[in-house]
T-cell receptor, first 110, second 113 residues
Framework: SQQGEEDPQALSIQEGENATMNCSYK?????LQWYRQNSGRGLVHLIL?????REKHSGRLRVTLDTSKKSSSLLITASRAADTASYFC??????????FGAGTRLTVKP | NAGVMQNPRHLVRRRGQEARLRCSPM?????VYWYRQLPEEGLKFMVY????????ESGMPKERFSAEFPKEGPSILRIQQVVRGDSAAYFC???????????FGPGTRLTVT
């Protein structure tokens, strides 16, 4: 089932700029995950952040988690045209259920 | 319009048995994706099927695992001779066409004893 809200729904930036996507959720969670999907392909797992973590880095990706506000953000620095894709957040709840947001469609123009 | 349905929700198998996981996509959806989630890890793509065709199976283990999506009926993920390492949650998702948003089912939790 789809749940959670991501904003913006669509984001268009120039190569080299940073892209920030946000995700909000409603229930308490064990962890939050970000995924990427290229058109016509399956989801690819990017990063997982646990509920007791506040920030995590992986290459050009930075994820923050604010459990008091029930929100997370994904920052992609120095974006490239190849970063063009849809990005989804997913939350894993206390009973291990997975819930996905509707996604942000990122377009990086060369 | 019912969402993506998976059954069973929980499945317990002894080592060496076969596990069959079913996924009924949303009405009107002809594309199905299977994912595996190990404890404390993210989803990992396994296979992407369109009716009667395997489009991408790059995430499927080479042995013991197979998937099908027949013209009629649900998609089936089949694991033969299960081992303890197969214990995981298996999610399927469906979409009406390639590149469209995927809708996820509730998952099947497989436990191999």
């Amino acid at each position: 089932s789809q749940q959670g809200e991501e904003d913006p729904q669509a984001l268009s930036i120039q190569e080299g700029e940073n892209a920030t996507m946000n995700c909000s959720y409603k229930t308490s969670i064990n962890n939050l995950q970000w995924y990427r999907q290229n058109s016509g392909r399956g989801l690819v797992h990017l990063i997982l952040i646990r509920s007791n973590e506040r920030e995590k880095h992986s290459g050009r990706l930075r994820v923050t988690l604010d459990t008091s506000k029930k929100s997370s953000s994904l920052l992609i620095t120095a974006s490239r045209a190849a970063d063009t894709a849809s990005y989804f957040c997913a939350t894993e709840g206390n009973n291990n259920d997975m819930r996905f947001g509707a996604g942000t469609r990122l377009t990086v123009k060369p | 319009n019912a969402g993506v349905m998976q059954n069973p929700r929980h499945l317990v198998r002894r080592r060496g048995q076969e596990a069959r996981l079913r996924c009924s996509p949303m009405k009107g959806h002809s594309h199905v994706y299977w994912y595996r989630q190990l404890p404390e890890e993210g989803l990992k793509f396994m296979v992407y099927l369109q009716k009667e065709n395997i489009i991408d199976e790059s995430g499927m283990p080479k042995e013991r695992f197979s998937a099908e999506f027949p013209k009629e009926g649900p998609s089936i993920l089949r694991i033969q001779q299960v081992v303890r390492g197969d214990s995981a949650a298996y999610f399927c998702a469906s979409s009406p066409r390639s590149g469209h948003e995927q809708y996820f089912g509730p998952g099947t939790r497989l436990t191999v004893t």
